[in-house]
Structure formats: structure tokens, C-alpha cells
């Protein structure tokens, strides 16, 4: 018997350290060019042998680029409400694999009753064929413990270019508190551009762009680490604006792969009933000029906002972003708002020169209204939207709040409640998906900051899960998360079936869906991580036939 116990699982199964003798992967693996595919492989110590060992896990795959990371385990302490519904694995606190460290390569210490999980992604080339993947695990002396194969068929074509839009707000002044950098230094761009670049790597298109300190997760008369872009002045005549900063984060953004930009909130979170927060250079130093003292609609913010949006709109033209430039007025206005949200769209929207404005809301009055030009739909209140003729695109999002059946990342629900979420995508037509923590490391209403190691769920704010899909890493480097990753597939898997469209049409492509997962919804869906991996395949094998169909008839 081999000293080391190696098992090979799907990224769709939830390990737990406790649990190690979950029943190994069965699906084999299949990937598309430009595709990364990923495994998780728990290693123990067999218990025939001297419970004190260490062992080096390597994983090469000739033609294929691999990254290995090690996960850890973090506290889930507020797994959900009790009155939350739909799959969850748990619902009393208990620890939880999620962050994944890139693994350096020294031997890590095993034993009998405790597993350790290696996450591996192998990235698939354009052009290469089938794979190989090769797992070791070998003493520090170099004797070989543990050793396996895992084969990789290849499908020789390209996902096709990203449709669907995706955002995972940004907060740059948890960069700041995390690694204690200035905000907009040197340093802070520099940490800032991993992040970004980190986001883009997992399939996200879009960046929230603070031109003004963002006015959100914060109470009434509170307000963040003051983060705004643009630097203003104020002058006898008026205001003058200096973009440089602005054009720095574009081009940071841009060099890392973002493609799309929304501009942070122009008025405050949950109706829009003030100024968002903005500073001025005065002649007695940097003020305070808007905010919660402004009313929304109060004539010097108008004056303000006539003299700036069209400076902004020329800036943007001159990045030549403008025309992949998002606009917000209020995150998540209730229809009690809709009347007040009205008045503040029509502050800005004739600056705009015909740029989206997009806002969360649950309310369809907003879109019928056309108040939004494009909603971004809470999950568990689409069914109005969908089932009404449509006037242009529709995004989605989820919360905390999103806690009965729908798709959504918590620590606590399977993987597949999250990977589900680009099936649903692709059989709503939906264009886009909001999730509103990147990296939020603060408690809730952001009154302090916290280490997201230890506490995962905003101090008993959110579920475990909820604010942050990266945790920070060393020398300014973020570690992402396994919900990070699974968000990645479930956009994989849309631009996959996307290819099978372009070969069979529409409706055969749902067919195919159906046919293998059944009349699904947002609020109807398997959790069987073996059976969506065994979709995933067949996916792949319906493309694969198609071109050797497509081959022969050429």
C-alpha cells in the first residue's frame, strides 16, 4: 500500500477535512481551447503507516498550463438564516475549505485523519490535443508516495469571446486597510493592479470606477475612506476637474483585461436621497463640498453635475471607453423611491450622450417606466421581468438577501448552487450579473475592518460568503476562492453553450438542456455535482460531434 492516499474529486464537491473518504471524481474531464478546467485532490496519510509525514504534490501537464494552490479553512459562523431554503450543506457553523494559496512547493505535513485539499487548474491552449495530467506526491528524500494520471479530452475549438457581462464590485479603501497603502499611491496601484487583474483572469469584464468615493454599506451620516478619482477644485467661476487619476485606473484596468466600466453611484445607497460624498480643493484645504447634508435634488448639486458630467463624458471619450461606460444613480431603490429616483435620473441622464444607466432594483415599475436602462434584477425577483415583453437588456444579481432556492455562492450551499448560475443565464437571455462584494473586508455598514481569514460573514452581517469572493495575500497578492472559480466555470459554461448555439440554433441548444437537466428555473434546479459535471461533458461531446460533422461535409 502507498503511504499517501490520493483521491482525485470534481470542483463541484465541497470537502471538508473531517470527511476524507468522499467518494472520488467519476466524470472525466473535458475542456474546450481557452478553457481552464479545474479537479481538487485530497491527500492523507494512509493509516498502515506512522502517523508523522510530509509529502510534496507536483501536478505537470505537458501542452497544458497548470497552477496549483493549496485551500485552506475558514470559520463559517453565520451559514445562513433560518429561514433560508434550497440546497444547503449545513446550517450550524463548522470550518470551510475556500481560500486557495498558490502552493510553493514544500512539503506539507499529513496525517491519517485529516485531508488536505490541493485545487489544480489547468489552463487549455489553443491548438493543443488531448492531455495529460500528472499527479505525484513524493517524500522529502524524493521517494515517490502516490502517482496518477487523469486524462484530458481536449475539443478543438475556441470559446468564443465573453458576452455576458460581469462585475464584482471593487472597494479600493479595503485594499488600503488590508495592506495599509495610501489611497491612489503608488503602492495602492500596484496592489490594486493584481486584484484587478485577478478579477479579469476569473472571467470579470467589468470595473466599478469611484470617480466620486462610493456611497455604499454605509448608515446615514457615515461615510468610507474617501476614494474619489477625479480631483476638483473649486473656483470663483465654478469647478474645474483633473482626471489624471481617473486615466490611471483606466489603464491599469485595461492592461489587466477589464473591458466595461461603471461609474460608482452619483447619490447615496437605497433611494437616491442624497449627494453622493464629494471633495473639493478649497482655499482652506480639501472640503467636504456634497454629501449627506445635500439633498439629492438640491439646485447647487444640479449646478455641480451640469459643469461635471459633460467634463467626464469628454474624458471618457478620450480614453475611448465611453462607449462600454455604465452609469449609476442609486444601488437597490425600493418602489417607495420611484418618484425620487425619477427626478435624480433626470439631473444626469441628458449628459450622458445615450450611455446605459444600470441600477440593482427589485421593483418592475423602474423598468416599465424606462427609469433604468437596464435593471439589474435581484434573482428571486425576475419573474416579472422575464415574463413581460422586453424593451432592451437584462442583468441579475444576488445578495445576501438572495437566501430561498435561488443560485447564490454562500459557504454553506454546494458548488453547483453556484455554477448553476450561467445555465440559468444563457436559458433567460440574460446580459449581465452584478455581485456586489469583491473584496469587502469590512463589517457591515463598513464601521471597521475586518480579517476575513477569521471572520467571514461582516461580524454576523451577511452570510459566511456573502461580502468577498478573494482574501488578501502576502506582499499585496490576492488569494482567490474557490466560489471565485466556480463563478469563472458557470461563465465558461455560457460561452460553451453559446458554440453549441452557433452549430445547432437556439432552440435545439435548449433542447440539449433540458433534455440532460430538466424544466429548470432559477428556483428549480438539481444540486448533484456529479450529474451537472456529467452535462458539462456532454455539452462538450455535442460540440465535438457537430465538428466532425461540420468536417465532413467540407
Not at 256 to 261: A, H, K, L, S
Not at 394 to 412: A, E, G, H, M, R
Not at 531 to 546: D, G, M
Amino acid at each position: 500500500m502507498q503511504p499517501v492516499i490520493l483521491q482525485i474529486h470534481s470542483s463541484l464537491d465541497k470537502l471538508f477535512s473531517d470527511c476524507p473518504h468522499l467518494s472520488p471524481q467519476t466524470v472525466p474531464l473535458s475542456a474546450l481551447w481557452g478553457e481552464t478546467v479545474s479537479l481538487q485532490i485530497s491527500c492523507r496519510f494512509s493509516p498502515d503507516y506512522f502517523d508523522d509525514y510530509y509529502t510534496r504534490f507536483t501536478a505537470q501537464c505537458p501542452g497544458g498550463d497548470v497552477r496549483v494552490f493549496q485551500a485552506q479553512q475558514v470559520p463559517c459562523s453565520f451559514p445562513c438564516l433560518p429561514s433560508a431554503t434550497g440546497d444547503y450543506l449545513f446550517k450550524e457553523p463548522r470550518l470551510v475549505f475556500d481560500p486557495l494559496s498558490e502552493y510553493s512547493g514544500e512539503p506539507v505535513r499529513l496525517n491519517s485523519s485529516y485531508s488536505r485539499i490541493f485545487w489544480v487548474d489547468v489552463f487549455v491552449p489553443v491548438g493543443s490535443s488531448n492531455l495529460t495530467l500528472d499527479i505525484t506526491c513524493t517524500s522529502r528524500n524524493g521517494t515517490i508516495q502516490a502517482q496518477t494520471q487523469i486524462p484530458i479530452h481536449v475539443v478543438p475549438t475556441a470559446l468564443g469571446p465573453q458576452k455576458v457581462r460581469h462585475t464584482e464590485w471593487f472597494y479600493s479603501d479595503c485594499l488600503c486597510y488590508q495592506y495599509g497603502c495610501t489611497m491612489f499611491s503608488e503602492e495602492f496601484f500596484e496592489i490594486a493592479r493584481k486584484y484587478i487583474l485577478c478579477a479579469a483572469q476569473h472571467g470579470v469584464d467589468t470595473l466599478l470606477t469611484p470617480v466620486f468615493t462610493p456611497s455604499l454599506d454605509i448608515e446615514h451620516g457615515d461615510r468610507r475612506m474617501p476614494g474619489q478619482l477625479v480631483q476638483i477644485t473649486k473656483t470663483e467661476s465654478g469647478f474645474s476637474f483633473d482626471f489624471s487619476l481617473l486615466e490611471k485606473w483606466v489603464s491599469v484596468a485595461l492592461e489587466c483585461g477589464i473591458e466595461w466600466f461603471e461609474i460608482a453611484p452619483f447619490f447615496t445607497q437605497w433611494g437616491a436621497k442624497y449627494a453622493a460624498e464629494i471633495y473639493c480643493n478649497t482655499p482652506n484645504g480639501i472640503e467636504t463640498v456634497f454629501g449627506w447634508d445635500t439633498p439629492a435634488l438640491d439646485d447647487s448639486y444640479a449646478d455641480f453635475l451640469s459643469q461635471f458630467l459633460p467634463c467626464l463624458m469628454q474624458e471618457l471619450s478620450r480614453l475611448k471607453i465611453k462607449e462600454k461606460t455604465f452609469f449609476h444613480i442609486s444601488d437597490e431603490p425600493s418602489q417607495e423611491h420611484l418618484e425620487h429616483y425619477r427626478k435624480a435620473r433626470g439631473m444626469i441622464e441628458p449628459y450622458l450622450e445615450g450611455c446605459p444607466i444600470i441600477d440593482a432594483l427589485s421593483s418592475h415599475d423602474f423598468y416599465r417606466e424606462g427609469l433604468v436602462s437596464i435593471p439589474v434584477v435581484a434573482e428571486d425577483h425576475l419573474a416579472p421581468f422575464l415574463n413581460q415583453t422586453r424593451t432592451g437588456p437584462i442583468w441579475t444579481y444576488s445578495c445576501c438577501c438572495q437566501d430561498k432556492l435561488v443560485p447564490n455562492i454562500f459557504l454553506s450551499m454546494p458548488s453547483v448552487r453556484a455554477r448553476i448560475l450561467g445555465v440559468l443565464m444563457y436559458l433567460e437571455r440574460l446580459d449581465g450579473f452584478l455581485r456586489w462584494g469583491y473584496n469587502f473586508w469590512n463589517s457591515q455598514f463598513s464601521k471597521k475592518t475586518i480579517n476575513p481569514y477569521q471572520v467571514t460573514d461582516s461580524e454576523l452581517g451577511f452570510p459566511s460568503g456573502d461580502a468577498f469572493l478573494v482574501y488578501p495575500g502576502d506582499n499585496g497578492c490576492p488569494v482567490p476562492s474557490i466560489r471565485l472559480k466556480l463563478l469563472r466555470d458557470a461563465f465558461q459554461d455560457i460561452r460553451a453553450l453559446q458554440i453549441l448555439e452557433q452549430q445547432i440554433g437556439r432552440s435545439d441548444t435548449e433542447r440539449v438542456i433540458k433534455d440532460f437537466l430538466g424544466e429548470i428555473s432559477f428556483t428549480h434546479y438539481s444540486c448533484d455535482s456529479n450529474h451537472f459535471a456529467l452535462f458539462r461533458r456532454y455539452i462538450n461531446e455535442q460540440i465535438s460531434k457537430n465538428l466532425t460533422l461540420e468536417g465532413s461535409q467540407q
